[in-house]
């Protein structure tokens, strides 16, 4: 050692009783102002003490190298210390080597990081080097107080120095060492390192570990429960889509029937924006006769599913004529197809007409009882092969009804099916319980009239005139240009023209050919020796009370499904839906349970088989040698 140098402070210098033990010595960059009220006692056995100049070092940073993260078998295997070996453990009595400022000048200190901290830990500001001398003690002390309880525990047993993790727990616990109560006594120096007089409390509380367990990947949302504070607003969560709900919100809510608050209603302008922001819902409407045919199609993606729409709809309503005599089947194969993500909200029957409405899951809440009513059209009242079946309820604040017909059959006879739909609208008795939404502009006569939104769908046997020559020889043409030379040949377009039935209705523009007669199993028309005309029975109408609240995206026919010599229809809406009042009896969430289960189970019975099947065909690859 040179003469007049001062010796090096790491090197037989023990902690002095006036000097700061090594947890709390800062660098030059950001060493705190220390509270100067305290004087430190000047030992007096050592008479040189006073003339030894020394320049304290700031302690070397710990290097945080990527450690194994948390594993969820090792985190339930792991035993978290009791209360009382914790607080040994923060008074410097732990099993795993005691208190930093208690030990050898001469121990040096470990740099790694404890072996159980996850790799999150990396993004831990470099100023919490300042906090500790590096030891894996005071690594484990100062995250105490800024993570969760849990983590906190497990991270101080994997930061035992001098014995195994596993093993720390199984240590007996030591009693605790007297607590010397003067203010500079190292032990409470030591405890209270994050107390909020010390300087560099701010700092440790603006880094934060974001992860509460290691199996949630960086691109995960935060975990609520790592948060600092204990308040209810870290309760919640942050994983889920739905709105939280305020308290005073439900204190000041009404359900009762007939309110007329504008705001907290359950049909009202508030629910409404939740689900709707736009004041639109998506409607799928689709007409089928059947035939009477037994045999289903295998698969009914293309009706209910077309490949032009993006997006499933919120309301799926179906009206078979002629339905197959299984009428079981048939519900269960719609609710097969579209999924978990609907409920089959009503179906109704009325003979051969069957009528299926499924809506989304999340808005079964939303709608009122469903009614149903049912008219013969036939002379004699017991053959229901022909006549109309409505449905009808309330979304919100728009009232719906929904009529699938099938009117008199042959090509002349007009002056019939004239008849039978003056007989459905004067027929049908709806609505019944719930009230109507604009009874001011309802028509006793009229039950198209009492509905803000009416859909009218089947088979209306309006036929194409001219023959079946002619109708062949347009058919020959273009595909455009023959839809427009065949509708001017329709029975339909034409009545409507006039007034005389569908009064008020709106059809969109057909750009289909006829989905009436073909073969069954074929694309060919009529080749039986009865040559019907091709012809634009089956149809899809619509009616609004309001101006421009129904807007037809898509008008078309399902040519894949050849199981009836009529090919089905379906149109795409959007429908503006209006906010309501609780005046109505609500449905309260009721569906058709049974088949929802029922549904649930074909489809996962059928994947087991299409994934049985894939692994059977590759295990029964045969090489062949040539």
């Given amino acids: 050692m040179l003469k007049g140098q001062p010796p090096n402070s790491d090197e037989g210098l023990g902690p002095r009783p006036g000097s700061l033990p090594a947890d709390h010595r800062q660098g ?39 450690a194994l993260s948390l594993d969820e078998k090792s985190w339930r295997k792991r035993r978290f210390r009791t209360s009382r070996e914790d607080l040994a453990a923060r008074n410097g009595a732990s099993p795993s080597g005691g208190s930093l400022p208690d030990r050898a000048p001469g121990t040096p200190t470990r740099s790694g990081s404890p ?25 484990g002390n100062c995250l105490s107080g800024r993570i969760s309880t849990s983590l906190d525990l497990l991270h101080r047993d994997g930061a035992s120095a001098r014995s195994s993790p596993r093993l720390a727990g199984l240590l007996p616990p030591r009693p605790l060492p007297a607590l010397d109560r003067s203010v500079a006594s190292a032990s409470l120096r030591t405890a209270n390192r994050v107390d909020p007089d010390h300087a560099d ?63 907290g209603a359950l049909m009202g302008a508030d629910e409404l924006a939740r689900y709707f922001p736009d004041r639109t819902m998506s409607l799928f409407v689709a007409t089928w006769n059947m035939q009477g045919q037994k045999e289903l199609p295998p698969n009914l993606d293309e009706l209910l599913l077309p490949a032009e729409a993006d997006y499933a709809q919120d309301l799926y309503v179906v009206g078979v004529q002629e339905g ?45 009882e469903v009614e149903s009513s049912a008219v013969t059209t036939r002379i004699v009242s017991q053959i229901k092969t022909k006549g109309a079946l409505g449905v009808s309820f309330t979304f919100f604040g728009t009232s719906f009804l929904f009529i699938t017909s099938h009117f008199t059959s042959g090509d002349g006879k007009v002056s019939e099916r004239l008849l039978d739909y003056s007989k459905t609208i004067q027929g049908l008795a709806l609505p019944k319980n719930v009230p109507d939404t604009s009874p001011y502009r309802s028509d006793a006569a ?51 023209s006039r007034g005389s039935v569908f009064k008020g209705f709106h059809e969109p523009d057909i750009r289909f050919l006829p989905s009436y007669k073909f073969d069954v199993g074929k694309d060919s028309y009529d080749t039986t020796s009865k040559q019907r005309v091709p012809s634009y029975t089956d149809r899809v109408l619509y009616r609004s009370r309001h101006r421009d609240d129904i807007c037809a995206l898509r008008y078309s026919s399902c040519r894949g499904i050849r199981t009836s010599d ?33 549904g649930i189970k074909r489809r996962i019975s059928k994947e087991t088989q299409r994934q049985q099947a894939l692994k059977n065909q590759h295990s029964s690859a045969v090489c062949t040698v040539s």
């Avoid at 701010?202 to 935060?222: E, I, T, V, W």
């Fill in 324 to 368: 197959c005599s299984d009428r079981r089947e048939w519900e269960t194969r719609l609710q097969e197809t579209l999924g978990p993500h609907y409920v089959m909200l009503h179906s109704a029957a009325h003979g051969a007409l069957y009528m299926s409405v499924l809506i989304r899951r999340d808005l079964v809440w939303f709608c009122s």
């Fill in 566 to 598: 009529h090919r089905p229809v379906y149109g795409l809406f959007r429908v503006k839906v209006r906010p309501g009042r609780d005046n109505i009896p609500l449905a309260a969430g009721k569906f058709d349970r049974e088949l929802y289960l029922l």
């Fill in 201 to 263: 409390h701010k700092l440790c509380l603006q880094a934060r570990l974001f992860r509460a367990h290691s199996s949630l990947g960086p691109d995960r949302p935060p975990s609520p429960l790592a948060r600092d504070d204990c308040s209810l607003h870290s309760a919640r969560s942050t994983f889920s889509l739905l709105a939280p709900i305020r308290a005073k919100d439900v204190r000041s809510r009404s359900y009762l029937e007939g309110s007329l608050l504008a705001s």
């Fill in 115 to 139: 072996p159980c901290l996850s790799a999150s830990l990396q993004e831990i500001p470099s100023s919490r080097g300042a906090l500790g001398g590096g030891g894996p003690s005071s690594w």
């Fill in 446 to 496: 009229d039950v198209t009239t009492r509905f803000d939104g009416v859909f009218w769908f089947g088979d209306f046997n309006f036929r194409l005139s001219g023959g079946r020559a002619a109708v062949e020889a347009i058919l020959k043409q273009d595909a455009g240009a023959s839809v427009q030379a065949l509708l001017q040949h329709d029975q339909l377009a034409r009545e409507m």
């Fill in 28 to 66: 030059p960059e950001e060493s705190p102002v220390l509270p100067l009220d305290i004087p430190a006692p000047v030992s007096k056995e050592d008479p040189q003490a006073e003339a030894r100049p020394f320049t304290p070092k700031p302690p070397t940073r710990p290097r945080l190298e990527r």
